[in-house]
């Protein structure tokens, strides 16, 4: 073995016979040991290298990933966690905020709570009412009077009711009265005692289930009633002090006029919402009269709450009543 930095002197040294000779073996015999120490430990080490060498590497060591935020998919199976490093803190949630303003009343709901008590003995007041339904025409007519935030009472035939209930519900939700009309619409005055509370009854009842109210008042079909009629019901029987006769003619601007010359204060206007030519009518009506100071008020409300037993018309001591 060649050792670096050996001079040639020193081989030469090394072939002389004698103690010097032996001195100088012993020295490299030392060397020797030494050097070959240093392999054995440099071999073991690299041995040990490759004792691991086929053990599959060691996997990087990687911080725990931190769980997704509520909402976030799962990765895949198979997919390596990401770093908690790579996933950014995640920030505290902002309260809600509707982008949406609050669901509006329907204008019905609306006119019903804008409307305060009026008093029909200082205030020009007018009830406009609607008999034989309700019928296909009268949502638009609730539109037209949430419009003007017109009241009016609705006097409802109670099989008309029953295939009807929703209008019924939203008629009394916007604040408008409910009153009996029979069952059928029949005249009460050819029927006995036991059959017409019957009638009125089978028509409390549907009004009841369809709107959770009871008519407070009564209006016998075609205006017929008796005595013998007036003793069936405890409630008042009311009929009309101006007759638009929409019935004969289905004439939306004879309507409209028949009306708004009849009104005066006080005053009970007859109509019928089953025709389309009458809820036609109406926006002219309630602009005429609005644009002249009145205030469109259910038949209770013009009474003030206590109808006359028999109403033959409108509400008499009504300033600037002409009866």
Same mark, same amino acid.
């Given at each position: 073995?060649?050792?670096?930095?050996?001079?040639?002197?020193?081989?030469?040294?090394?072939?002389?016979?004698?103690?010097?000779?032996?001195?100088?073996?012993?020295?490299?015999?030392?060397?020797?040991?030494?050097?070959?120490?240093?392999?054995?430990?440099?071999?073991?080490?690299?041995?040990?290298?490759?004792?691991?060498?086929?053990?599959?590497?060691?996997?990087?060591?990687?911080?725990?990933?931190?769980?997704?935020?509520?909402?976030?998919?799962?990765?895949?199976?198979?997919?390596?966690?990401?770093?908690?490093?790579?996933?950014?803190?995640?920030?505290?949630?902002?309260?809600?905020?509707?982008?949406?303003?609050?669901?509006?009343?329907?204008?019905?709901?609306?006119?019903?709570?804008?409307?305060?008590?009026?008093?029909?003995?200082?205030?020009?007041?007018?009830?406009?009412?609607?008999?034989?339904?309700?019928?296909?025409?009268?949502?638009?007519?609730?539109?037209?009077?949430?419009?003007?935030?017109?009241?009016?009472?609705?006097?409802?035939?109670?099989?008309?009711?029953?295939?009807?209930?929703?209008?019924?519900?939203?008629?009394?939700?916007? =604040?408008?009265?409910?009153?009996?009309?029979?069952?059928?619409?029949?005249?009460?005055?050819?029927?006995?005692?036991?059959?017409?509370?019957?009638?009125?009854?089978?028509?409390?009842?549907?009004?009841?289930?369809?709107?959770?109210?009871?008519?407070?008042?009564?209006?016998?079909?075609?205006?017929?009633?008796?005595?013998?009629?007036?003793?069936?019901?405890?409630?008042?029987?009311?009929?009309?002090?101006?007759?638009?006769?929409?019935?004969?003619?289905?004439?939306?601007?004879?309507?409209?006029?028949?009306?708004?010359?009849?009104?005066?204060? =006080?005053?009970?206007?007859?109509?019928?919402?089953?025709?389309?030519?009458?809820?036609?009518?109406?926006?002219?009506?309630?602009?005429?009269?609005?644009?002249?100071?009145?205030?469109?008020?259910?038949?209770?409300?013009?009474?003030?709450?206590?109808?006359?037993?028999?109403?033959? =018309?409108?509400?008499?001591?009504?300033?600037?009543?002409?009866?």
């Amino acid at each position: 073995m060649r050792f670096t930095g050996e001079s040639t002197k020193g081989a030469a040294r090394s072939r002389r016979p004698g103690r010097a000779g032996a001195r100088w073996d012993s020295a490299r015999l030392l060397v020797a040991t030494v050097l070959t120490a240093v392999c054995a430990a440099g071999q073991g080490g690299g041995s040990a290298a490759a004792g691991t060498a086929g053990a599959a590497p060691a996997a990087p060591s990687v911080p725990a990933a931190r769980p997704s935020p509520p909402g976030t998919a799962s990765p895949a199976p198979g997919t390596p966690p990401r770093p908690a490093s790579a996933v950014p803190a995640q920030e505290p949630a902002a309260p809600a905020v509707p982008t949406q303003p609050p669901a509006a009343q329907p204008p019905a709901a609306q006119a019903s709570a804008a409307q305060a008590p009026v008093d029909c003995r200082r205030v020009k007041c007018v009830a406009l009412t609607f008999d034989d339904g309700p019928g296909r025409y009268t949502g638009t007519l609730l539109r037209h009077l949430a419009a003007y935030r017109a009241r009016a009472t609705f006097y409802v035939v109670g099989r008309n009711v029953a295939e009807n209930p929703g209008v019924v519900r939203r008629a009394v939700e916007a =604040g408008h009265e409910i009153g009996n009309h029979t069952w059928s619409h029949h005249d009460l005055t050819r029927l006995p005692a036991a059959a017409i509370r019957a009638d009125l009854a089978r028509t409390d009842q549907a009004v009841e289930r369809a709107a959770g109210v009871t008519p407070e008042t009564v209006r016998p079909p075609y205006g017929a009633h008796n005595a013998a009629v007036r003793r069936q019901t405890k409630r008042p029987v009311v009929l009309w002090s101006v007759d638009t006769e929409d019935w004969r003619h289905r004439d939306s601007s004879a309507v409209a006029r028949r009306a708004i010359k009849g009104a005066a204060p =006080g005053a009970v206007v007859l109509f019928h919402d089953i025709h389309p030519t009458t809820v036609k009518a109406i926006p002219k009506v309630l602009r005429s009269l609005s644009a002249r100071g009145y205030r469109f008020v259910t038949v209770s409300e013009l009474f003030g709450g206590k109808p006359p037993r028999l109403a033959y =018309g409108g509400r008499r001591d009504a300033p600037g009543s002409r009866r």
